[in-house]
């Protein structure tokens, strides 16, 4: 990303297809590991698949980049609640891997309810040669066993296996929109609507509430929690944004429930721009941590917001997503698409931000050149090292033979979650029930 975004050249690699999606295909969550050799997505169904990439051959060194499938398994399953007479959807809100301590690989996963701990480790070899049991694990008749044997490791095809540790469930009585795992890796935290709750990974049966905003009566509810996450290296601090476009920094060394913030960050809305959707638009769909730990950005309906910590009063940096959508508003209300919560991610140097909009397009904004572009997640350019051309949006007046008018934009299909490479240029990018990973383009 040295260069200008615009004349980068990004090559694509197209990884999963349906022609005939369902709604269970379409993929709810997207994330990378911390070296960024998994990738790991979530969809309606209840799945997670994970990717593996390739290792560099020396006869075909362009392959190194490419990820494919290293294990499939149903993460989550509909339920009922059958004292509110509620069904609790399979659907994958949010993945977080953990750092990799071993052999085998950690990643919390969750639905609007329930949050699992899942071990995916592999099998090379298999035990035989046992005493009380025959080869099929049928037990022998001790009668029968006449001379003690020597178990042996045989190798057999290799076996990715993904298996609950721990299952943390009944905490949250609204639907979890987070998860984030702490800096010390023996907690993490889950946020719902209206309160956050502290988990130790060890322990399934009690989680704490570190933030409750309820109200006693429910009827003066005016805001609700819509995103949470940890600060990458101090363990005590987290943030916390809500459907009023606030963001809250809480420490937990100041008292147990973190109901008074130490920051509280809120940009004063324009008078002019005030409009009977205001409000709607200006809640917080995501919020990130930069991985320096200095920064937060902000994702609402239309803009991308990056907050310096020690600034409370206004973003230092507003990036227009979609501003050719204001006009649009009112059939955006209509449609319910002015709802639709988009995700936001830094590229691994805190250098450019990426997030989505309508029509598969998705948004890069460099922070040092402030400049910006408009690519595109289609089949037409899913073929593996095809180029990514800039799309362009016209408003009104002559349309140039490349633009796209903003009339003909399809609002169904819309790229909510993408994910970055923590050390390299390589994004994905969710569209629907498709994935598309896209790389720089190597010399």
């Known amino acids: 990303m040295e260069e200008d975004v615009e004349t980068r050249k990004i090559s694509s690699s197209f990884l999963r297809d349906h022609s005939y999606a369902t709604e269970a295909d379409i993929i709810s969550t997207v994330e990378f590991n911390h070296t960024g050799e998994l990738l790991a997505t979530g969809d309606k169904g209840g799945r997670v698949v994970i990717f593996q990439r390739e290792q560099e051959s020396k006869n075909q060194p362009h392959r190194r980049g490419e990820y494919n499938v290293y294990s499939t398994f149903q993460s989550h399953e509909p339920e009922f609640d059958y004292l509110k007479s509620l069904e609790i959807e399979e659907k994958i809100n949010k993945i977080r891997w953990l750092p990799q301590q071993n052999a085998a ?9 329930t949050v699992k701990l899942w071990k995916v480790s592999e099998r090379d070899k298999r035990p035989e040669g046992y005493n009380l049991k025959d080869e099929d694990g049928r037990l022998r008749d001790p009668s029968m066993i006449t001379v003690l044997r020597v178990p042996v490791l045989r190798p057999m095809d290799l076996m990715v296996e993904a298996t609950p540790r721990r299952v943390f469930a009944n905490a949250h009585t609204y639907h979890i929109n987070s998860i984030s795992v702490n800096s010390d890796y023996e907690t993490y935290m889950s946020a719902d609507d209206l309160r956050i709750n502290l988990w130790n990974f060890e322990i399934t049966n009690q989680s704490f509430n570190i933030v409750d905003i309820k109200p006693a009566n429910m009827e003066e509810l005016t805001e609700v929690i819509t995103a949470a996450e940890f600060h990458p290296h101090h363990c005590n601090t987290f943030v916390y944004s809500s459907s009023k476009g606030t963001i809250r920094l809480c420490d937990m060394r100041t008292s147990a429930l973190c109901d008074r913030h130490a920051k509280f960050f809120e940009e004063p809305e324009d008078p002019s721009n005030r409009s009977f959707f205001s409000e709607i638009i200006s809640s917080i769909s995501d919020v990130k941590f930069s991985h320096s730990g200095r920064y937060i950005m902000t994702r609402d309906y239309l803009t991308v917001k990056v907050w310096d ?17 204001r006009s649009k508003l009112c059939s955006l209300y209509e449609n319910d698409c002015i709802f639709d919560k988009f995700e936001c991610v830094w590229n691994g140097s805190d250098s450019v931000i990426m997030t989505g909009s309508y029509n598969n397009f998705f948004r890069m904004f460099d922070r040092n050149t402030k400049r910006d572009v408009t690519l595109e997640a289609s089949r037409e350019n899913s073929k593996p090292r095809a180029i990514l051309k800039p799309r362009k949006v016209c408003v009104g007046g002559k349309r140039r033979k490349d633009e796209i008018s903003v009339d003909s934009l399809d609002f169904s299909k819309k790229i909510l979650h993408t994910a970055w490479h923590p050390s390299e240029n390589i994004i994905a990018v969710a569209a629907t029930n498709n994935l598309y990973i896209f790389q720089d383009k190597v010399n």
């Open 105 to 113: 690989y950690f990643l919390l996963s969750t639905n609007d309810k």
């Open 309 to 325: 910590l020690n600034m409370e009063n206004r973003p230092i940096e507003t990036y227009q997503v979609h501003d050719y959508l």
